[in-house]
């Protein structure tokens, strides 16, 4: 990876300009002129929550593999899917699959637990699995909230917004992958463009596409011009969200997807997009089991495509209103999913995703802070290896919104401080302190509180910590206000990482050429 890094220069060039923002850089995020230094991925170093205990899991994983076969996982319209199957044992009756007991676990044995996510910038390579934990933002809105307050269809020019923004986020460890829809570029053709913006505006881990085979295809040959086609075939360089079309269905487009990605050893996160009470149970217990069930089937099929391919235990669950049917978040049901599903994982030996800062509300307002909260709290605690829509969600995930997404990376930076747990150094345990200061007196002067002040708490550039009086003095300022113009600073102030000059000129040669071998198509 340095010798690919060193022929980009991307690496060099990334390294020098961080060293050269250093504290009038921190003077700048705190003023909001700018983004801060970037944060590594989290290591955690606090306990995960748990709610099922060794009875519980065992009774949703039977249940589990009674789901896979006594009922089966239907694969749709895709041949060499179903003959994979029968050729590894299964029971293929039409396109529905029944998985003897134990064939999916024994197959997912060759999954690795933790791997390595490339980044073209070696230093903002990310670990996927164990105690690690990667944020990437909002994925796949077809809508967004701008800067002028208005809702409208996402455009080529939010989406590179968005991937800068991520780049200059210090809490956001990926540049993510749909993170919204440019609709102003045709549906058969936009992947190249999206593909292309994480790649130049960015150096951070970034997502393929997964909306068709072909586009999945070429995916994989951008990042073979930027990695090498050997790199590539031998390191995981993309994520790909591979969805099971709950209840208990894969269909011909992800399981496509899937292939693809799986062949070339690349990523797959396998995520059951669940709405419980429409596409599962109502109850936690049956939602899991209805999980697990199709992760292991979806996963195990991987490793089917090729052995030791690397590949995510994902879910998104949501809960219902019963009243309407809309999607609700933040709620009690779905953490304790999120817990449990995170159990299943590690048991399985899976890296797991979950969870972000999700929301129903329409604009980025008190509902939206505090179901986000709900569930990004949960995603920590819950021990999340990966964690899409971790910024920017708004309006159950219909748009992508600005200001919530300087919010929601704020809140980021707080976890990631919460994440490194208690510091028992002996700077930490403060001793000499306690001893200096003694009683009655107070700490603001001391030494130790001197040589710590800077990076004692975390520091919000965002949050109005101050009187009443001064708030009324600039402008009565809710934090949506701020937000738009820290968010309207960091676009400003965005400098695009350094992309080799030949690497470039490939890939705008691979998109002209892939684009004009195929009409425009809008559907």
């Not at 400003?492 to 684009?515: F, H, Q, S, V």
């Amino acid at each position: 990876m340095d010798e690919i890094t060193a022929e980009t220069g991307a690496g060099a060039g990334r390294r020098t300009r961080s060293e050269g923002r250093g504290a009038a850089a921190r003077r700048a995020s705190r003023s909001g002129g700018g983004a801060g230094p970037s944060m590594p991925y989290i290591q955690r170093k606090i306990p995960v929550y748990e709610v099922l205990d060794e009875e519980g899991l065992s009774i949703i994983e039977r249940n589990a593999d009674i789901v896979l076969e006594e009922i089966g996982i239907e694969f749709r319209d895709d041949a060499e899917a179903l003959e994979m199957w029968r050729q590894a044992g299964a029971d293929v009756r039409g396109e529905r699959v029944h998985f003897p007991k134990g064939l999916c676990r024994e197959l997912l044995k060759t999954a690795p637990s933790e791997f390595t996510w490339h980044a073209r910038n070696p230093e903002r390579s990310v670990r996927i699995g164990g105690n690690a934990t990667v944020f990437a933002p909002v994925y796949g809105s077809p809508f967004v909230r701008d800067l002028d307050g208005n809702r409208r269809y996402a455009t080529l020019e939010d989406f590179r917004n968005f991937v800068k923004l991520a780049y200059m986020a210090p809490s956001i460890h990926s540049s993510g992958g749909t993170v919204c829809e440019p609709v102003d570029i045709p549906v058969n053709k936009r992947h190249l463009d999206m593909v292309y913006s994480h790649i130049k505006y960015s150096d951070k881990p970034f997502m393929g596409s997964v909306t068709a085979p072909e586009r999945a295809e070429d995916s994989v040959a951008m990042a073979k011009l930027v990695f090498g086609d050997d790199f590539v075939e031998n390191n995981c360089v993309m994520l790909n969200l591979i969805n099971a079309n709950s209840p208990m269905v894969f269909d011909e487009t992800m399981l496509g997807a899937a292939k693809v990605y799986a062949r070339h050893n690349q990523a797959c996160v396998l995520s059951p997009f669940i709405l419980s009470g429409a596409m599962s149970p109502v109850t936690v217990a049956g939602t899991l089991t209805q999980i697990l069930a199709e992760v292991l089937a979806g996963a195990a099929f991987t490793q089917l495509v090729r052995k030791g391919a690397p590949v995510l235990f994902g879910t998104f669950a949501a809960s219902i209103s019963m009243q309407s049917g809309a999607p609700t978040f933040g709620t009690p049901e779905p953490a304790l999913v999120s817990y449990g599903a995170a159990q299943l994982a590690r048991r399985l030996g899976l890296p797991f995703r979950t969870g972000g800062s999700l929301c129903a509300s329409k604009v980025p307002d008190a509902q939206a802070a505090h179901e986000s909260a709900n569930t990004l709290n949960v995603t920590l605690l819950a021990g999340t290896n990966f964690v899409l829509h971790a910024a920017g969600w708004l309006e159950g995930g219909l748009s992508a919104c600005y200001e919530k997404f300087m919010i929601d990376q704020d809140q980021l930076g707080m976890m990631q401080k919460m994440a490194m747990g208690v510091d028992l150094s002996e700077s930490g345990q403060a001793m000499d302190a306690i001893r200096e200061v003694g009683p009655g007196a107070h700490y603001l002067g001391c030494a130790h509180t001197q040589a710590n002040f800077q990076t004692a708490f975390y520091r919000s550039a965002l949050a109005d910590n101050n009187s009443f009086e001064q708030w009324e003095i600039e402008g009565r300022k809710r934090i949506e206000d701020r937000a738009n113009t820290l968010c309207r600073s960091w676009l400003d102030n965005y400098e695009a990482p350094p992309l080799d000059p030949g690497i470039d000129e490939a890939l705008t040669a691979y998109i002209a050429k892939r684009k004009d071998s195929m009409p425009d198509a809008f559907t």
